[in-house]
């Protein structure tokens, strides 16, 4: 039988305890709810250097440089990297313990997945596993599904809680680190849509495998990685660009894949007069199945040959390609192309396709005439 | 949103089935005439006939059989990875002896 996760409180009260811990909280946009959970649970000062938060735009670029914007990877990179660089040079390994900081950078109500009605942000930990050693860190996109930004700023608190502890007591394990994510939470309240590891305690770890297994255990229904194997997010790949989609197995990808790609590409450039097209891969969890599991060789072996190719992959949970294009329109309001082969166009055309559709064939196709 | 569809060619027949000779059930030839003259169904026109036979499960069972001619079904920079690293349970040809 599964162990039941410790509660937030739990697991705040263990990182406190651990002598071994001592770090800093930067959080901007939804209070100091993680830092909170930390003096809640007490002994904090055991574990706690410094909390901030830089809520003024002219402060915040103070302290971490002027941001394009604020709720972006690069924001979160720049807050670690600062609050990382002053913790190392003032306390080295003074405290005898190895140091962290938690970092965020999160809006409530201001997803574009979710419109008005969701948040979401950057989190990410940089962690030394050694005093004094080489810090590692792991990075996170995540959406907060509340529709009240008070529950909104309570799961952005938890799921920070959650991140210090996978990564300081599930290094070892980054499948139970990611499932640990949503503990106390679940994923009605949080999406985790991007993870990536880097750094010592993680060399062994392909992030190509981390964003299937965000798929697999459920905390998001879209992972993407570009051609070099760099964890990318929606908002960073496709935005305000035109898609053309190619879902496949790419079991391997062959010539016609190619020559569908190009003359699809060729049509859509003279339709729409636009270039700068973002193709994206798209393999569903379903064309990944061997039966009850994923091959974990056999996934990386086709998107080695996708990346040798320059390809975008994307791993989805969607199967009706309706799903997904709505999935899309959240981020680009430029024309979506769907590259297919007769058989899916039959299967398209099928209305057994549609049958969880209230709105059966006619639903299914309505994106079509909506779109631009 | 619109559906780009690639050509194949079926049971034997030389002539491509596209986007605009498939056959569609009768109930649906009038939304599909909409979905075609709207371009919301387009058929993609430039291709290469050549890859029209190619199917990706015979191109799997060729390379793991050890028979060369899926080597001229995928691109060169996958052709190469794939014999390189041995994916996908390649196997080499067998030697004339």
């Known amino acids: 039988m599964a162990t039941e996760s410790p509660s937030a409180q739990e697991k705040a009260l263990r990182i406190n305890l651990d002598s071994n811990r001592f770090g800093t909280f930067a959080e901007i946009g939804a209070g100091q709810e993680v830092a909170r959970w930390f003096f809640h649970a007490g002994k904090a000062s055991a574990t706690v250097a410094k909390s901030i938060s830089a809520y003024d735009m002219s402060i915040s670029d103070g302290l971490y440089g002027p941001a394009g914007h604020y709720v972006s990877r690069p924001r979160l990179e720049s807050m670690l990297d600062r609050e990382y660089g002053e913790l190392a040079a003032r306390l080295g390994a003074s405290k005898g313990a190895r140091l962290f900081v938690y970092a965020d950078t999160v809006a409530t109500q201001g997803s574009k997945r979710h419109g008005s009605l969701g948040g979401h942000g950057w989190v990410g930990v940089r ?246 | 949103m619109k559906l780009l569809v690639y050509p194949t060619v079926e049971n034997g027949s030389e002539q491509p089935v596209t986007a605009e000779n498939v056959k569609v059930a009768d109930h649906q030839k009038n939304l599909y005439a909409h979905l075609l003259a709207n371009s919301l169904v387009e058929p993609i026109r430039k291709y290469d006939p050549a890859n029209l036979n190619i199917r990706s499960t015979d191109v799997l069972a060729k390379l793991q059989a050890g028979d060369p001619a899926w080597e001229k079904m995928a691109l060169p920079e996958a052709v190469e990875l794939i014999k390189s690293k041995g994916l996908f349970g390649y196997r080499a040809p067998a030697k004339a002896a």
């Not at chain 1, 798929?215 to 305000?240: H, K, N, P, Y």
């Not at chain 1, 035109?242 to 894949?257: E, N, Q």
């Not at chain 1, 891969?281 to 080695?304: A, C, I, K, P, Q």
Request: net charge negative; with cysteine.
């Open chain 1, 127 to 372: 962690f030394q596993t050694e005093t004094g050693g080489e810090p590692s860190q792991i990075i996170a996109h995540v959406e907060m599904l509340d529709r009240h930004t008070v529950d909104q700023q309570e799961a952005a608190g938890r799921a920070g809680v959650n991140l210090l502890y996978g990564a300081f007591y599930h290094q070892d394990d980054p499948n139970a680190l990611i499932g640990g994510l949503l503990d106390g939470l679940g994923r009605e309240r949080l999406e985790v849509d991007l993870i990536k590891f880097s750094g010592p305690a993680f060399s062994g770890v392909d992030n190509r495998l981390m964003s299937l297994q965000l798929v697999q255990q459920s905390l998001t229904d879209v992972a993407s990685f570009t051609a070099q194997g760099e964890v990318v997010q929606s908002s960073e790949t496709v935005a305000r660009k035109p898609v053309l989609l190619v879902r496949g197995s790419f079991r391997p990808i062959t010539k016609v894949m190619h020559d569908a790609i190009d003359g699809a590409r060729e049509q859509f450039e003279q339709a729409w007069k636009k270039d700068d097209i973002a193709v994206v891969m798209e393999m569903t969890l379903h064309n990944l199945m061997s039966g009850e599991r994923v091959d974990h060789r056999d996934f990386l072996e086709r998107v080695d040959i996708l990346g040798t190719l320059g390809y975008l992959v994307m791993i989805s949970n969607y199967t009706t390609y309706d799903r997904v294009t709505q999935y899309l329109r959240h981020y680009t309001c430029e024309p979506i192309g769907i590259v297919v082969g007769i058989p899916i166009l039959r299967q398209i055309l099928d209305e057994k396709y549609y049958q969880d559709l209230n709105g059966g064939l006619m639903e299914g196709l309505a994106g079509c005439s909506a779109d631009p």
